[in-house]
Structures are given as structure tokens and as C-alpha cells.
């Protein structure tokens, strides 16, 4: 044995050895059947050279000869196989066909005795052959591109070739070993570039599907991140992500998953570890976005090889709609569990069988058994009117579209039989059949109901006990439901089932303002109820109805009326009506008899007052002076006396009317002063004023009522006081508000007094200290009558001290206004009226009685003023329209034209031009409640009274002529 050639094969065996495992270790890795089947025939070649070792060691051996040629063919074909796989091709029928031929050939070359080179000719043919062609797949399959694919191709038609010479230079001893070592080194070249060209191809697939990735993982609109698993910082990211967080690729790439992931960084580390495990792979996070907005997401994470890192491939869905939908139907379902297990209704869930397959707590409570005693149980065992033997119930149910309602009797624990009401309906549940029921225990309303149908029998005999006529209709039909005993003796028949119209109104349709259309219509105050009279039509009878829209007790609303007879209080009302239509009648004729009584005395007293006041102008001596002052005293108080009647007769009338105005109280004083004083002198008396500092001299009232009161308990003073003094004191009363006062006048004095039996009725009317001094001191009574009622009047209060023979004080509460803008008092000056010096007024006079025509024109005149006297307003038309004047004094009483007509002609005359404005006095003997005011309304500027003091006319005069110059 040459032992070139055994080392030769020992390498060769070795090395081929090695390729083999080599490509099996591959194959485990990467599972090709290409390095599998290149694995197995290096391995059969090695094998193959160890075969021949053997052989050429202790042989020839025929059968390691026939084993090493089919050791040859099976390397050849499999070298051939693995890489016709490698390139995607599959071989062909006759591949197969000369690989069997292959196989076979030298066990026919053995059996027909084939010598050699023959013997191996064939088989070294075909592993030339194949290799060649398995040489030129390997280079098509490189396209220029696989080094490693071109070098094995070129080794395997190297190899090829070389096995064509094997049978023919092999049996030369010198060249065996050498061709043996050049067989090996192309084989492992082969094996080798083989490997390279593998690997080569696997790293260009892998590049092109790395860029297949990042192709899809960059243009896809899908939420992609990769993040690397143990700092959990994101390398990259899809143009979906980037649109749905809102940061640029640059920023998500630069950022941290914990920067978008809400859960704390031990918690997201905790979850990347479980993704990179395989364990867990799903999540749902809260993502926070660019712009502050929380979504939920579901996060898929696995892992993956990027640019030889291992790193977290997650896919982010957007899933906020679908967890809120997941959370409202769980919030839905907690609700309806809530609803079902805290209904007071029981609730049973059945199948078609009647098993009981869902209770709530309501059915434990109403039957006394526990849930799984209920569940354990079918619907007859709790419904004493079921049967197991009778299914008809449930197939009812079934059949029913709406469901159905029923009573029953139901079955408790403790064997007892109470009523429920049950309300059962099919029901659907994974498209299986089921019978939902809802019962209700009847026990409180069945005996509610015997307890309502005993008061209702107690009812009906208390209605027909009363003598009111009582009757129930129906809202809806007009139906007559009840009519009590009183009612149908009434009518005479029993209406009850007929319609109301026809039964108490004998009338074929519904009857006109019907009030229970009036009540329906109503949408006002107590809509549901009404009183109202009429007669009824049958019976003739006057009735006071009282209608109320009450719900009844079977659901339906009703009318219940109860009907009184009020003809007696009808006749008693209709007496009434006629002594009040009597007595309104004489009290107008009272006060048409009160204005004329005081027209016409007033007009008379006028002319006498007023030819006494120019008596006092002719310079009469001091004895007549004195008859003078006497008579103008008794007429004046004649005149007072009048006023008193007629201010009580309006007092009690309610006319009498509150006008507030500004007033000065100085000048209230100074009036007092000025009428009283002279009075008071003349009986040796002193009359003293005094108020606060902190009193306003200004105060908002009126001031004509105040006076009025002041004059009274002032004169009274004087009247019943012979010596000593009488004192007006004024002060301030605490206060509540920054707007109004209350001040406190006492009128005190030094007179008679008056006894504590006295007392009680001084401030009635015709009412005096003491009837022993009727005659002493004289007057009708009237005046502290008058005080108390207007004191009343103007919301004040009015009190008495009085010790007989020391004298008596007033204490006069009365509440004021301040005044808006606030004046010192000393800035006021009264006016002071004085005879016009310069170019006297121009007075037109109009009035019928000649007497007080003459006497106010001779004052008139006396006092400065140029006046024309006419007798009605006609004349004083006439006069206007031909002459000019300053000021028209006009009675209100005259023939042809009264004044009033006449002040309403001139002022809507259009040819009397700017003298349709002139001022205009009434003077006038109407001084009733509510003359001034319309005669001020008719066009009047201003007012007096008569009798006419000679003072206040000129004062009237001069204020209105000073007004109106103010005012042009």
C-alpha cells in the first residue's frame, strides 16, 4: 500500500468529515434542505473515502468496490439535489432515472464481470456530469453578484472534470495519492464557496427584507414603534405614530417611552419584560399625545432582530372609543345588575323547561328561599297555580309577542299563599328560548283594596246621610258615576250610567262654558278646582256647586261636585242688594244735599264776609270797628263750622284725600302765629314755639291736613284756657330710615282740663270737655273728631294728658318724607303778598250773584287791581276775545255758560291765541272732596272757597300771575 495514498484518504475522510458536520450544525440554524442535502453528501463523501481507504488497505473487496461507486453516485446526486433546492428548482424525471442507473450500474458491472476502467466509467461520468451542470447552476445562481456563488460554481466544474479521469489515472500508483489530494482540495474549495455563497444570500435577503420592513414600518399609516427593551427608548417609528402623537419622527426618536406611556417607568419596564419573555404580548396603555390628550391603546409588542440589536417591534391601536364603549357596557350592565338585584319587583329567569336559571334578591326576600334553593327549583314549585304536568302556560308565553299579565298565587318557603301579580314576557339569550317574569306580591295592595271597597260602602252611606246633593262623572265620557240619595230624591230618578248633561241639565249635548272644560282649560291657579252658582234648570233651585278634578280609584279621572241649596241665602242676598242699592241712594242724596247746602250757604256768607272786609276800608270808628271784628269772628267761625261738617261728612265717606307736597315747618308756625296770636293776646295768654335743632325745617306731606289739625287742637287751646300759656313743641323721633321722619308735636295748655271720665269720648263727634261750659265756651264739637280721623289718616298717632284745672297736652305723632335735595332753612323766605304799586292787573270776574260780583269787585279794586265784572262764562268769552286781561276769576255756578264749560272753550280756542293760556282762579262755592281737583283738571290754574277772605284772594292772584310771568 502506498502511504501517500492513505494519508491522502485520511485527509480527505477528515476534512470531508468536518464539511459535513459543519453543514448540519448550519442546518440546524437556519433548517434549509440545501445544507441539509450538501451536509449529506459531503458526509457520504467522506464516507466514500473511507471506503476506499478500507479497500485498498486489506483488499480488493468487491463489495467495498460496489459500495464506493454507490457512495459516488449518491454524493453527486445529493450535491446535484441541494442545489437545484438552493436555487428554487426542482429536478426532473430523469435526474431520478440516472440516479437509480447510477446506483444499480455496479451491482450489474459486479454481476457481469465488467472490467475495470469500465467498472468505475460510469458512475465517475455521472458525478462529473452532475457537478458540472451543478457548477453552472451555482454561477447562474450568483448573477454576477455572489462571489462565493462563482468561485464554488467554478470548484464544482473543476471537481467534475477531475472526476473524469479518476477511472484511468487511479491504477497508477505514483498519481493515486495526488489525484486523491487534488480531488479533496476542490471538493472542500467547493464546500467551502458553497458555504460563502449561502451566506452571502442569506445577507442580501436579510438586507432586502430589512428594507422591506422599513419600507412598510416608515409608509404605513399603522401605529408602529421600536423600542429598545431595556432602556425603553424608541429608535424609531411610523408615519402613523407620527401623525397620531403629534411629535416629529426627530422627537419621537429622541424620547422615552415612559414620555408617552402613562404608567410609571417601573411599571412599563416590568410590562417590556414580559413582551421580550413571550410570556405576555398584549397590553393596554394610557398614551399621552403632543397636545396633552389621554388615549387608551392596545399595545402588541414582540420581539425582533434590527441592524444586529435585539429590540421591541409594537403595534399601537387607538382603541379610546372601544374602551369607552367597553366601559359604558360594563357601567350599562353594572346598572342593569344594579336595577335587577334592587328592584322591589321579584324577577325570574326560566327555560323553556320552567327551570329557574336567574333569581334576583327580591324573589329571596318574597319567597323566603335562598338563591340556590331557587335555582335548584322550576316555576311550579313556587306557583301553587302551576303545574309540571302543564306546559300550555309556557307555550303561551312563547307565542306571545307583547308578553302577558295575570295574577297567580305563589308558594312561600313556610308553606303560606300570598297573591302576586306577574307580568311575564319570552325572552332571547344566546338564541336560546327563556321566560322572563316579573311578579309582584299583592298581600298590601289586595288588602288595600278590601280596606278602599269598606270605606268606599262607609263613604257612600255618609253621602247619602247629607243633605247636599253629591254626584261623580266621568272626565273622559261624562259618564255619571255616583249620585248619593239627597241627589237622585232631588231628580227623581237614579242617572247613574247616563251622560251628566242629559241627567242634571236635561240637555242632548255638552253643555255650554261645561266646567269641567272650564277646569281642564285652566292653566291659572288651582286648575282642579271650581265654585261657581247657577239655577239649575229641572229643579229651579239655586245651588252653590263645588267642583273638584280628583283621580278615581279604578285610574280614571273624575269630577266630583257637591251641590248646596242657597235659596234662602239667594232672597237674604238680594234684601241685602236692595238696602245697600237704598242706602248708596241716601248717602248720594246726602251728599248732593251736603254740596248744595254748601253752595248755597256759602254764597251768602260770601257776600256778608265780603261786605264786612270793605267796611273795614271806609275808616269806621273804633265802636264800629269793634261791631266790624265781631261780625266778621261770627262769620268766620259760621264758616269753620260749615267746613268741619263737611270734613267729617268726607272722612266718613272715604273721600277725603292725602296730597303730599314740600312744605317749611317755620311757615306752619308762622301761620299759627299769624291767626292765633292777636286771639290769644286778647286774653292776656302767651303762645310759645319751640322744636329741635336737629329737626329739618323741610319736610315732604300735607301740609293743608297739618294745618288743619294744628288749627284745631291751637284754637281749642285758647278757647277752654283763661290764663297762663299755650305751647307747640316739635321734636325729632328715632329713626329707621334715611328716606322719612317721624316727628312728635305736643299742643299743651294751661286751661280746664278734662276728668278722666271724659276722656274716653272727647274725639267723638258733637263732643265736649264739659257740658257746664256749653254755654261759656261755645263751638259744635267737631274739631278733635276731625283731628283724630285725619291724624289716622296720614298714618300717625294722637294721645291725651289732662288734669282737670291744670290743663291738657296733645301728643301728635306723624310721619314725614325728607325732601330730595336738601335746603337750609334760612335760606327760605316766605312770600309776602302786597297791593300791586305799578300797573295793576287787569282782572276779569265772572259771576251771577250780583251781591258777590260787587263785593269782590270793591275789594278788587281796594287792593290795586282794575276789574270788569261779567254774569256768566258767555260774557267772559266775549270780553276776552275784545280785551285784554291778566287773570280771570271765575265762579264755577253761573246761568247760560257755567265756569267750567267756559275754561274749556277758552283754552281749546284757537282765535284767542296766546290768550287761551291766561290764568284762570276758580272762585267758587263747591268745596266738597274732589271739586279743586277737577276743576284743576278742566284748566283751571288755582283755587279758592268761598266765603272769600280778602288776604288769600290777593294771594291767590299774585301767585298765579307770578307763575305764569315765571313761566313766559
Not at 466514500?48 to 461507486?69: F, K
Not at 236635561?506 to 291659572?524: G, L, Y
Amino acid at each position: 500500500m502506498n502511504n501517500w495514498l492513505t494519508v491522502a484518504l485520511f485527509a480527505g475522510t477528515v476534512c470531508f468529515s468536518i464539511v459535513g458536520f459543519l453543514y448540519c450544525f448550519l442546518y440546524a440554524k437556519y433548517r434549509s434542505a440545501s445544507l441539509m442535502l450538501w451536509g449529506m453528501a459531503w458526509l457520504s463523501h467522506a464516507l466514500r473515502n473511507v471506503t476506499i481507504l478500507v479497500n485498498t488497505t486489506y483488499g480488493p473487496i468487491v463489495y467495498l468496490a460496489i459500495m464506493e461507486q454507490m457512495l459516488v453516485a449518491c454524493t453527486g446526486s445529493l450535491l446535484l439535489l441541494g442545489s437545484l433546492y438552493y436555487v428554487g428548482k426542482s429536478p426532473r424525471r430523469w435526474f431520478f432515472a440516472a440516479v437509480g442507473g447510477a446506483v444499480l450500474w455496479p451491482v450489474a458491472a459486479v454481476m457481469f464481470a465488467v472490467p475495470n476502467p469500465w467498472f468505475f466509467i460510469p458512475n465517475y461520468f455521472f458525478f462529473g456530469s452532475s457537478q458540472i451542470y451543478n457548477g453552472l447552476v451555482l454561477i447562474r445562481k450568483s448573477r454576477g453578484e455572489s462571489i462565493g456563488g462563482r468561485i464554488a460554481g467554478c470548484a464544482m466544474i473543476l471537481w467534475g472534470l477531475h472526476h473524469f479521469d479518476y477511472p484511468f489515472l487511479r491504477p497508477m500508483a505514483w498519481f493515486a495519492p495526488w489525484g486523491f489530494l487534488i480531488g479533496a482540495v476542490l471538493g472542500l474549495l467547493a464546500a467551502v464557496a458553497i458555504i460563502m455563497a449561502y451566506m452571502e444570500a442569506l445577507q442580501a435577503e436579510l438586507s432586502r427584507s430589512e428594507k422591506r420592513f422599513r419600507s412598510l414600518f416608515h409608509g404605513n399609516k399603522a401605529l408602529f414603534l421600536l423600542i429598545e427593551p431595556l432602556s425603553g427608548k424608541i429608535t424609531d417609528a411610523s408615519a402613523g405614530a407620527v401623525d397620531f402623537y403629534g411629535y416629529s419622527l426627530e422627537e419621537l426618536k429622541g424620547m422615552n417611552i415612559s414620555q408617552i406611556n402613562m404608567l410609571s417607568p417601573e411599571e412599563i419596564a416590568s410590562m417590556r419584560a414580559l413582551a421580550m419573555s413571550g410570556y405576555k404580548q398584549q397590553f393596554i396603555f394610557p398614551h399621552k399625545l403632543k397636545t396633552g390628550d389621554v388615549k387608551t391603546v392596545e399595545v402588541i409588542s414582540t420581539p425582533v432582530e434590527s441592524g444586529g440589536k435585539e429590540l421591541l417591534f409594537s403595534i399601537v391601536q387607538d382603541v379610546t372609543a372601544r374602551q369607552k364603549a367597553l366601559e359604558d357596557l360594563e357601567e350599562s350592565r353594572e346598572r342593569l345588575r344594579a336595577v335587577v338585584e334592587n328592584a322591589a319587583a321579584a324577577i325570574y329567569l326560566a327555560d323553556e323547561s320552567g327551570r329557574l336559571v336567574e333569581v334576583n334578591a327580591a324573589a329571596e326576600q318574597q319567597t323566603g328561599y335562598m338563591r340556590e334553593e331557587l335555582l335548584a327549583m322550576a316555576i311550579p314549585d313556587v306557583d301553587a297555580n302551576s303545574s309540571k304536568n302543564d306546559p300550555a302556560f309556557f307555550q303561551e308565553v312563547m307565542q306571545s309577542a307583547t308578553g302577558m299579565t295575570f295574577e297567580s298565587r305563589h308558594r312561600h318557603k313556610d308553606g303560606t299563599i300570598f297573591p302576586v301579580e306577574v307580568r311575564a314576557a319570552k325572552l332571547e339569550l344566546h338564541s336560546v328560548p327563556h321566560v322572563l317574569g316579573i311578579v309582584s306580591d299583592l298581600t298590601s295592595r289586595k288588602d288595600t283594596e278590601r280596606k278602599l271597597a269598606e270605606a268606599n260602602r262607609t263613604l257612600a252611606a255618609v253621602l247619602d246621610g247629607i243633605p247636599a246633593l253629591v254626584n261623580v262623572v266621568d272626565v273622559s265620557t261624562r259618564e255619571v258615576l255616583f249620585m248619593n240619595r239627597a241627589l237622585k230624591e232631588a231628580l227623581g230618578r237614579d242617572g247613574v250610567g247616563g251622560v251628566c248633561h242629559a241627567i242634571f241639565r236635561d240637555k242632548s249635548c255638552v253643555c255650554e262654558n261645561c266646567p269641567i272644560e272650564r277646569m281642564s282649560a285652566n292653566t291659572e291657579g288651582e286648575a282642579n278646582a271650581s265654585v261657581w252658582e247657577d239655577r239649575n234648570p229641572i229643579s229651579g233651585r239655586w245651588q252653590l256647586n263645588h267642583d273638584r278634578i280628583l283621580p278615581w280609584f279604578d285610574g280614571k279621572t273624575v269630577r266630583v261636585q257637591i251641590s248646596l241649596d242657597i235659596g234662602q241665602r239667594k232672597q237674604a242676598e238680594e234684601a241685602l242688594k236692595q238696602s245697600k242699592e237704598e242706602a248708596e241712594s241716601a248717602n248720594k242724596a246726602k251728599s248732593v244735599f251736603l254740596a248744595n247746602m254748601s253752595h248755597e250757604i256759602r254764597t251768602p256768607l260770601n257776600g256778608i264776609l265780603g261786605m264786612l272786609q270793605l267796611l273795614k276800608t271806609t275808616d269806621p270808628n273804633d265802636e264800629q270797628k269793634e261791631y266790624l271784628l265781631g261780625a266778621i269772628r261770627s262769620t268766620n267761625r259760621l264758616t269753620r263750622l260749615l267746613s268741619d261738617i263737611l270734613d267729617i261728612s268726607r272722612i266718613e265717606a272715604g273721600k277725603m284725600q292725602i296730597v303730599e307736597s314740600e312744605f317749611d315747618i317755620k311757615m306752619i308756625w308762622d301761620s299759627i302765629s299769624e291767626l292765633f296770636d292777636m286771639e290769644a293776646r286778647g286774653k292776656g295768654l302767651l303762645l310759645e314755639f319751640r322744636w329741635d335743632n336737629i329737626l329739618p325745617m323741610l319736610l315732604v306731606g300735607d301740609e293743608a291736613r297739618l294745618r288743619q289739625i294744628l288749627f284745631n287742637l291751637v284754637g281749642n287751646a285758647i278757647k277752654f284756657t283763661e290764663k297762663g300759656k299755650i305751647r307747640i313743641d316739635a321734636s325729632l323721633l328715632p329713626r329707621s330710615s334715611d328716606s322719612s321722619v317721624r316727628v312728635l308735636v305736643t299742643v299743651s295748655d294751661t286751661g280746664i282740663g278734662i276728668s278722666e271720665e271724659q276722656l274716653k269720648d272727647i274725639f267723638e263727634p258733637f263732643v265736649q270737655a264739659e257740658g257746664s261750659y256749653t254755654r261759656r265756651f261755645q263751638g259744635a264739637g267737631l274739631g278733635l273728631s276731625i283731628v283724630r280721623r285725619l291724624v289716622k289718616l296720614l298714618d300717625g298717632d294722637i294721645s291725651i294728658d289732662s288734669t282737670p284745672g291744670e290743663g291738657t297736652t296733645f301728643y301728635l305723632s306723624l310721619p314725614f318724607k325728607l325732601p330730595a335735595t336738601k335746603q337750609k332753612p334760612e335760606e327760605l323766605v316766605a312770600h309776602e303778598v302786597s297791593s300791586p304799586e305799578h300797573s295793576p292787573s287787569r282782572i276779569l270776574l265772572a259771576e251771577d250773584d250780583s251781591l258777590s260780583s260787587i263785593t269782590c269787585k270793591r275789594m278788587l279794586e281796594k287792593s290795586g287791581y282794575s276789574v270788569t265784572a261779567v254774569k256768566d262764562g258767555q260774557e267772559a268769552l266775549q270780553r276776552l276775545t275784545k280785551e285784554d286781561f291778566d287773570l280771570i276769576l271765575m265762579d264755577v255756578q253761573m246761568p247760560v255758560m257755567d265756569g267750567v264749560e267756559a275754561t274749556k272753550a277758552i283754552r281749546g280756542a284757537s282765535n284767542l291765541g296766546a290768550k287761551s293760556s291766561i290764568p284762570i282762579v276758580a272762585m267758587t262755592a263747591y268745596a266738597m272732596t274732589g271739586d279743586k281737583e277737577s276743576f284743576l283738571a278742566a284748566g283751571m290754574d288755582d283755587y279758592i272757597s268761598k266765603p272769600v277772605d280778602k288776604a288769600a284772594l290777593v294771594e291767590v292772584i299774585e301767585r298765579v300771575i307770578c307763575m305764569k310771568e315765571k313761566i313766559q
